[in-house]
């Protein structure tokens, strides 16, 4: 299973919010002893091995009609593996302190790592395929052809393959690398404590504090985070070190001219466009960012400002728990006034055991929406407050959801979007229901806490994310110089801070660790530009929504089913944009400016 992605902002600590939902993962599997689970893993095995022995240095012999019947054999490879090591993924995400659970999912790992390890060749004697005679078989057969995508991207890779049995190697020995790592930091986040007011907390509930109206509280839940994370800085140093060193040596290797270069490789999107965004958003701090927090500053009452009220609700904002059920019709009466078949796509993750929302003990934390593989149906992660922000986080993954049971109908190679689009229906999803708030709202106090709610969002999500992607930049390229300290990199970490929160801003000692909860940095080095990626084509989106556009529904709703099926560009052409040109980011980033703009008018 591919690691999920964390949404950075959710958090928490248990109360009524009514029934909140659970997973009911048995259109997966029934249980971990079932007979299904022997009878897939049989299967597996058995079909990798003959896979191997059908195909292997004969790919390029092969006729359009053979060529088809080994990607399909290939995919269906793909779904039975998928769907183990989502049920075992899962699994484990719902208590990652249960060592049972825990075990599972290694074992399913590592027997599925080693019945796949004899396919490897596949992808490295398909990229030898000559470019004329691949064309030739394509031309030849459209069911064949329809799979050119997934080739591709598999060719993207071909200047960077190393030899046949070093790709094996690295394949089977995968599980004792990175994946290694990927869980010790899992089982050590999930395993803190944290004592705020004699009360002790996890990490969700410990963030969740962050928010809260009481100041004193959201200082005393700093200190307890900043207090926990030096106790455990060696740990995560040892990790960040160890998987930075890593990528280096694979990508030294494999002749990669940058540490970026493989997650642009894999998110199908040029080095110039991503470049174009990091400076659209870099340049815009002073008018977002800056701006924003200066004028915050000002409703709370305060010359500065520090970390801890970063977060902070507005002295206006009235503090309600927002029960389930209104979570639910909320953004399910959203999505229905864009399209009613939008809702009726997100109905059944309510009604069929689709999201796990409470907080619980050994829970990971965050929110994460999991496609499993087609022939089954997503799964919805939450930690769910009754905060306003939960709400919004409920609209985003529910908005992956809706994409990733659109996009299925490609078939399991076609379906993942690349993540500079994976962003897309969640952020709209997000947008809609805060449309319809802002709509609702009764008088301009509620308007203010709305637009300023918002902006934070837009700030955490652009401001925030191109800043870490500054961090892991800065990090990967001095761990290439060797060994980071601690010390080494929280510097690195408060070089980004003050740049793009601004100067109203106080850093309390301490601060300097907080990098070292931030999942993405482990799971997916370099994840986190799609979110600022999302966020501004959601804005540009948006944009020719409002405009009017008659067909824009239909255009939408093509676009999600395309899943992974067509690139950036040929996927906003009918919208008329184009992300490699700089002035698509300014559009998406002056709907945010606008805001602000707003609340300022609204001071007088």
């Not at 109360?15 to 029934?30: H, Q, S, V």
């Not at 069911?143 to 890779?157: G, S, T, W």
């Not at 977002?288 to 927090?293: A, E, I, N, Q």
Request: contains cysteine; glycine residues 6%; negative net charge.
């Amino acid at each position: 299973m591919p690691h999920p992605v964390f949404d950075a902002n959710a958090t928490g600590s248990n109360k009524a919010f009514g029934d909140l939902p659970e997973w009911d993962l048995t259109d997966l599997y029934p249980s971990p002893d079932c007979p299904e689970i022997k009878r897939d893993m049989d299967w597996l095995e058995t079909a990798c091995a003959e896979f191997a022995h059908d195909y292997e240095g004969k790919l390029a012999t092969l006729d359009a009609a053979a060529m088809l019947e080994a990607v399909l054999r290939y995919e269906r490879i793909d779904v039975i593996a998928g769907r183990i090591m989502s049920y075992a993924g899962l699994r484990y995400y719902q208590i990652t302190t249960d060592s049972q659970r825990a075990k599972f999912m290694s074992d399913c790992q590592d027997r599925i790592t080693a019945y796949t390890t004899p396919l490897v060749f596949y992808s490295l004697e398909f990229n030898r395929i000559e470019d004329e005679h691949l064309a030739d078989l394509l031309s030849q057969n459209p069911d064949l052809a329809r799979y050119k995508p997934v080739f591709d991207r598999m060719r993207a890779m071909k200047p960077y393959q190393l030899s046949d049995e070093l790709e094996k190697f690295l394949h089977d020995q995968s599980t004792v690398g990175a994946a290694a790592w990927n869980k010790l930091f899992d089982e050590t986040i999930a395993g803190l404590t944290f004592t705020v007011d004699g009360e002790e907390l996890n990490i969700e509930g410990t963030l969740n504090l962050l928010t809260e109206q009481d100041r004193t509280q959201r200082e005393a839940a700093t200190h307890a985070l900043a207090d926990v994370f030096q106790t455990h800085l060696k740990t995560f140093a040892r990790i960040h070190n160890t998987l930075a060193k890593e990528k280096e040596i694979e990508d030294r290797w494999r002749g990669m001219p940058t540490p970026q270069t493989g997650r642009h490789l894999a998110n199908h999107v040029e080095p110039e466009v991503v470049e174009a965004l990091r400076d659209a958003v870099v340049a815009a701090y002073p008018r977002l960012s800056h701006r924003y927090y200066r004028l915050k500053a000002k409703w709370l009452g305060l010359d500065r400002m520090q970390v801890w009220d970063r977060n902070a609700p507005l002295p206006i904002e009235e503090t309600r728990v927002i029960p389930w059920d209104e979570a639910e019709r909320t953004v399910m009466e959203a999505y229905a006034a864009f399209d009613p078949a939008m809702a009726d796509l997100a109905q059944p993750f309510f009604k069929q055991g689709w999201i796990d929302a409470g907080v619980k003990a050994g829970k990971a934390p965050g929110a994460f929406a999991h496609p499993t593989v087609t022939e089954v149906h997503p799964y919805v992660m939450l930690n769910y407050l009754g905060k306003p922000r939960d709400v919004m986080t409920l609209a985003h993954e529910l908005g992956h959801g809706v994409h990733q049971v659109l996009a299925a109908g490609q078939g399991e190679l076609l379906a993942s979007t690349p993540l500079t689009l994976a962003e897309t229906a969640s952020v709209f999803g997000e947008m809609l229901t805060f449309r319809k708030l802002l709509a609702e709202a009764r008088t301009e106090a509620e308007r203010k806490t709305l637009l300023a709610g918002k902006v934070e969002d837009m700030i955490n999500t652009v401001v925030r994310q191109i800043a870490f992607y500054d961090f892991e930049c800065k990090l990967h390229a001095a761990r290439a110089q060797g060994e980071l300290t601690p010390d080494d990199i929280n510097a690195l970490w408060m070089s980004v801070q003050a740049q793009s929160l601004g100067d109203v801003f106080d850093f309390v000692p301490g601060y300097e660790t907080f990098w070292a909860y931030i999942p993405h940095f482990i799971h997916s080095p370099f994840y986190v530009y799609a979110y600022a990626f999302g966020d501004g084509l959601v804005n540009a989106l948006y944009a020719v929504y409002e405009e009017g556009d008659p067909d824009f529904r239909t255009k939408y709703f093509d676009m999600l089913r395309a899943g992974g099926s067509k690139h950036h560009k040929e996927l906003l052409a009918p919208f008329g944009l184009d992300a490699s040109d700089p002035k698509f980011w300014d559009k998406g980033l002056s709907m945010i400016e606008g805001m602000i703009d707003e609340l300022e008018r609204m001071e007088g």
